[in-house]
């Protein structure tokens, strides 16, 4: 069974760090692409970014609210994707879906999600 | 950059009516369109893949049509359990969520 199970959220002071971990199971995680997906309270859904397996160089994409300031990466030996956030702003709190891509390469279809996980970015 | 306008953003149905949600992508987008399903507190779960393609374990009441710029989704008979917010998702570029529509029953 694919499991994805976010961790690391929390409450952090606008301007500071924090980092979520994914941690995946249930299937062989280097062959997948993994995004994070997020979700303000009452809001929609929003892309965070991306990351591409390794046979696709691992490399990553951003949502334009988010570049520069935050960084996809992943750990195929843990099974892990992680996602670091810096220079937090009051509008990044949202709920953080770790996600599963169907392809590789490339963004296609989710077919998986964790369970989500709750920043919340106030002083 | 790709704009994807869903519609309506709410809306209320009776039990066993047909019920219709479109997005439309502000270019061409081939059938790179999928359709997700929220309930209250939960996590999305993927109903319709590249506009036209059940999941697997989906009901075959749900469906999706379209391609290019003009997307369609259908349930053909709502049941009480389809309350959820659903959303469309292009992702010919950079990955982008339409506003989401809210269902609810009458």
């Known amino acids: 069974e694919v499991q994805l199970v976010e961790s690391g959220g929390g409450l952090v002071q606008p301007g500071r760090s924090l980092r979520l971990s994914c941690t995946a199971s249930?299937?062989?995680?280097?062959?997948?692409?993994m995004s994070w997906v997020r979700q303000a309270p009452g809001k929609g859904l929003e892309w965070v970014g991306f990351?591409?397996?390794?046979?696709?160089?691992?490399?990553?994409e951003y949502a334009a609210s988010v570049k520069g300031r935050f960084t996809i990466s992943r750990d195929d030996s843990k099974s892990i994707a992680y996602l670091q956030m810096n220079s937090l702003k009051t509008e990044d709190t949202a709920v953080y879906y770790c996600?599963?891509?169907?392809?590789?390469?490339?963004?296609?279809?989710?077919?998986?999600w964790g369970q989500g996980t709750l920043v919340t970015v106030s002083s | 950059d790709i704009q994807m306008t869903q519609s309506p953003s709410s809306l209320s149905a009776s039990v066993g009516d047909r019920v219709t949600i479109t997005c439309q992508a502000s270019?061409?987008?081939?059938?790179?369109l999928n359709w997700y399903q929220q309930k209250p507190g939960k996590a999305p779960k993927l109903l319709i893949y590249?506009?036209?393609n059940l999941e697997t374990g989906v009901p075959s009441r749900f469906s999706g049509s379209g391609s290019g710029t003009d997307f369609t989704f259908t349930i053909s008979s709502l049941q009480p359990e389809d309350i959820a917010t659903y959303y469309c998702?292009?992702?010919?570029?950079?990955?982008?969520f339409g506003q989401g529509t809210k269902l609810e029953i009458k």
């Open positions: 590249d506009a036209s």
């Open positions: 990351i591409r397996s390794k046979a696709y160089g691992g490399t990553t």
């Open positions: 998702q292009q992702y010919d570029n950079l990955p982008l």
């Open positions: 996600t599963r891509s169907y392809s590789s390469g490339w963004y296609g279809r989710i077919d998986y």
């Open positions: 270019q061409d987008i081939s059938n790179y």
């Open positions: 249930g299937f062989t995680f280097g062959d997948y692409a």
